[in-house]
């Protein structure tokens, strides 16, 4: 979806396909009719953004054949779908029975990461609506905590210069200007914005940024306005934010059977407890624990968020709660000044298939519902802040393609 900002700057909204497990470009084109063609028809808007997940297979075949990206182009605007970032955070196998640590390799040491980055660079360049200003990629804060020492940093500064230098021949060749943002994370080198500020900023920083996922902010104890300031003051440029929720509990020991619930196999819920504000260590053990069932045992002290992306419209059940009001916060901050404060924003829920047993969606049908659920919530969010939805009907638009609203033109995809 595109909506207006008071400055006259377009901004995207759409939401992260790592929710799908598809990982080659036959399952990756039959979730956008599973999915997200259903999710654009109950928004009722005639354009969907996505931010598209492509594991490192799928993204290596689709950089090397330009004849499949223009196919999956065509196989997009068909539906009234649009492309303007990527997650590239997960290099494969996210939607695995486990996953765990594994999403933080290969890191920013290795020339897999970074071949990784540049084939989904090139990817985007193509898949760019022409109108678009820029594309962004959001990607891991160069690694988990431990073990960094000097070599690896050293490594991962030179992968950083060969990035940015990627970037900058992606754009001689295509004329489209790729940013990549790196998301600080808990339990990763960078897990605040001082940390940010600290690793990053010597960073080339006209192509690479920060991409500010609102439910890691809010497991960092960052107040919004504080840590956006913090960002600006570094020269770091918030490429995208992650539209999302944590989970938050005032009273764990009260809650902890309402928290077991939570507990489950697939992805790290690293817990931090208030504690760990005001410019502690945030992966302090003495407030901070990797894994959900690991806090509990621990039983740390004061009240917790824990890094559990819940869905933004439904709040979890009672004594529970979600992190929606630094959301709502950090929104206000971005969009409420004479500019806009980021213009790619995705909703990213990957979560659905393992929310506590109630909450789980039991068909795609109600897996779409709730997207899109996520997305009129977030997209009434930005209008109560004074944007205005924008329909790209005209000319150039999707409605104008032979495509009824809700249809799909199948003349315009290649065989």
């Known amino acids: 979806m595109r909506l207006r900002h008071t400055s006259g700057e377009l901004v995207h909204l759409g939401y992260c396909t790592n929710v799908h497990p598809a990982e080659d470009l036959a399952g990756i084109l039959a979730q956008l009719d599973t999915y997200a063609l259903p999710v654009r028809r109950e928004l009722d808007s005639d354009l969907l953004g996505l931010g598209l997940w492509l594991a490192a297979p799928v993204a290596a075949e689709l950089a090397a054949e330009p004849a499949l990206r223009r ?135 006209e192509r690479l940024g920060v991409c500010v996922d609102l439910a890691h902010l809010a497991c960092a104890w960052e107040e919004p306005a504080e840590a956006l300031a913090r960002l600006r003051a570094a020269g770091l440029p918030v490429v995208k934010v992650q539209v999302s929720a944590a989970l938050e509990a005032v009273d764990p020991v009260g809650s902890a059977e309402a928290l077991r619930r939570w507990v489950e196999p697939r992805f790290l819920h690293q817990t931090r407890a208030a ?94 519902s709730g997207i899109a659920a996520e997305l009129a919530f977030a997209r009434a969010e930005l209008t109560a802040l004074g944007l205005v939805p924008v329909d790209r009907s005209g000319p150039a638009g999707v409605l104008d393609q032979g495509s009824p609203r809700g249809g799909v033109d199948r003349s315009e995809v290649p065989a």
């Open 71 to 205: 196919r999956l182009r065509a196989e997009l605007t068909a539906r009234g779908l649009e492309v303007v970032t990527l997650n590239g955070f997960p290099y494969a196998a996210f939607q695995a029975p486990v996953v765990k640590g594994d999403v933080y390799h290969p890191d920013w040491t290795t020339p897999q990461r970074l071949a990784y980055t540049l084939n989904l660079a090139r990817i985007l360049a193509d898949l760019l609506p022409d109108d678009a200003a820029r594309g962004s990629i959001s990607t891991l804060p160069l690694a988990w905590r431990s073990p960094w020492d000097a070599d690896q940093a050293g490594a991962a500064r030179e992968r950083l210069d060969q990035l940015a230098a990627g970037l900058a021949e992606v754009e001689r060749e295509t004329g489209r200007r790729i940013r990549v943002g790196f998301e600080p994370e808990p339990g990763c080198l960078v897990e605040s914005t001082s940390q940010a500020a600290a690793l990053l900023s010597a960073m080339d920083t």
């Open 275 to 368: 504690g760990c504000a005001g410019g502690h260590d945030p992966a302090d053990p003495a407030y901070a624990a990797d894994d959900l069932d690991a806090a509990l045992d621990a039983r740390l002290p004061g009240r917790w968020r824990v890094h559990y992306h819940v869905p933004l419209h439904a709040p979890p059940e009672a004594p529970l709660e979600s992190t929606v009001g630094v959301l709502r916060a950090a929104l206000a901050e971005l969009f409420t000044g004479p500019d806009a404060g980021c213009d790619h924003l995705d909703v990213e829920t990957y979560t659905w298939g393992v929310l506590p047993q109630a909450r789980r969606p039991r068909t795609d049908a109600e897996l779409a």
